[in-house]
């Protein structure tokens, strides 16, 4: 609250702020940034003002030293989350998923404040330059296969520097069950693994990999659509 009545020149105004929220926390749900981002969003329109999504996000990192685009409203962008910044906006939409979320409870909750940065060798920077052509063209092409591939291998880069148990094995199940891509965390422990909404059958497939993973001592399991107001095939 303190920074963003600075931000407002306000510096000897104050408040009490109450938030709500069922987001857990320390797991990668972004729990910690919806908390900040609806905190900044409150005092400013208490103060009868209105913030664009960059100034937003600059707040938010000023607060937590890093930061998720939440300020973005889900917008595709290639966000830097420590210095706050959009590198890349694309104009169309992500292509739709259906997404198998879970965590393994071996994998303890990750203090983000306390979080050292990923430090990542020349070989992973040039990684992350050719995975960042890909997602562009699958979210140009609406192509959610290929954006499966790029979140994949975003994931093994992870693993080297935030590792999730049994991840070699969820590699081996999303090309066992045809998912297109498993995502994870980067600051958390969550994993999902990712299915073309479009698919035939996706429903039946993503509840049976849910029970699958429920029955294997897989926690927080869920099934969930990207664009859930929009009708699913099955």
């Given at each position: 609250m303190a920074l963003t009545f600075e931000h407002l020149g306000l510096v000897q105004y104050g408040g009490d702020l109450t938030i709500e929220?069922?987001?857990?926390?320390?797991?990668?749900?972004?729990?910690?940034?919806?908390?900040?981002?609806?905190?900044?969003?409150?005092?400013?329109?208490s103060a009868g003002a209105a913030f664009s999504r960059a100034t937003v996000s600059h707040i938010a990192i000023a607060a937590e030293g890093a930061s998720d685009?939440?300020?973005?409203?889900?917008?595709?962008?290639?966000?830097?989350?420590?210095?706050?910044?959009?590198?890349?906006?694309?104009?169309?939409?992500?292509?739709?998923?259906?997404?198998?979320?879970?965590?393994?409870?071996?994998?303890?909750?990750?203090d983000t404040l306390h979080l050292p940065p990923a430090r990542y060798d020349a070989r992973e920077l040039e990684q992350f330059r050719c995975l960042r052509g890909l997602a562009a063209q699958a979210i140009k092409q609406q192509n959610a296969r290929l954006l499966g591939r790029v979140?994949?291998?975003?994931?093994?880069?992870?693993?080297?520097?935030l590792s999730k148990s049994r991840f070699d094995d969820m590699l081996r199940l999303t090309a066992e069950v045809g998912g297109c891509g498993l995502q994870v965390a980067h600051s958390g422990t969550l994993m999902g693994i990712l299915f073309p909404v479009e698919e035939p059958g996706v429903t039946e497939r993503t509840n049976a990999v849910a029970d699958r993973l429920s029955h294997s001592g897989f926690e927080h399991v869920t099934v969930f659509a990207t664009y859930a107001?929009?009708?699913?095939?099955?």
């Open positions: 929220s069922n987001i857990p926390a320390s797991h990668g749900y972004g729990s910690s940034t919806a908390d900040v981002v609806a905190a900044i969003r409150a005092v400013a329109a685009p939440a300020a973005y409203d889900g917008r595709p962008v290639l966000f830097a989350q420590r210095e706050g910044m959009v590198i890349e906006h694309f104009t169309d939409e992500y292509p739709r998923f259906m997404v198998v979320g879970f965590r393994h409870p071996s994998d303890q909750p990750v979140a994949t291998a975003s994931s093994r880069i992870s693993q080297r520097h107001d929009e009708a699913i095939s099955s």
